[in-house]
């Protein structure tokens, strides 16, 4: 009989991937007083994510290189910075983020390489949540 294997973090991962793909986009801001959420425009902000580093078990901190065109420019890079997409058993699949050129926008300090990866959860024993954000184009 194949043993169950309990794996924590695609646990933990998991609820990130419901709470992210159950964020409502909202076209129409209620401004009356039936609204169903506290707060206003315009300064409402929809998060849509939920950013993530992963650590391995001897504490190095995660790293996928990344290779991407910006305004015709081939731009390479490293980040520690992803969204969960997908998880399946103890595997997840990440969209790799980069910092922001643009810092302006507390609420968009990452952007989207377009680039995904898949981690093997059997590799990583520590998991840290940053700040929701919001990556634009999902």
């Known amino acids: 009989m194949e043993e ?8 933990v991962l998991k609820v990130i991937e419901v709470l992210q793909c159950n964020v409502e986009k909202i076209e129409d801001i209620d401004e009356s007083c039936t609204r169903p959420f506290l707060g206003g425009s315009p ?3 929809y ?19 990344y290779q ?3 305004n015709g420019e081939v731009v390479t890079g490293s980040s520690s910075v992803f969204r969960v997409e997908k998880v399946k058993d103890c595997c997840v699949t990440v969209l790799i983020l980069r910092e922001n050129p643009v810092t302006t926008d507390a609420a968009r300090p990452y952007i989207s390489t ?5 981690i093997n959860l059997d590799c990583v024993c520590a998991l840290r949540c940053l700040p929701d954000i919001v990556i634009d184009c999902l």
Request: glycine content about 2%; aromatic content about 10%.
């Open 68 to 70: 991407m065109v910006v």
């Open 43 to 45: 300064n409402m902000v």
């Open 4 to 11: 169950k294997r309990n794996c924590c973090l695609a646990k």
């Open 114 to 118: 377009g680039q995904y990866a898949t």
């Open 47 to 65: 998060y849509n994510t939920r950013p993530v580093n992963f650590y391995t078990c001897q504490n190095n901190l995660v790293t996928i290189d």
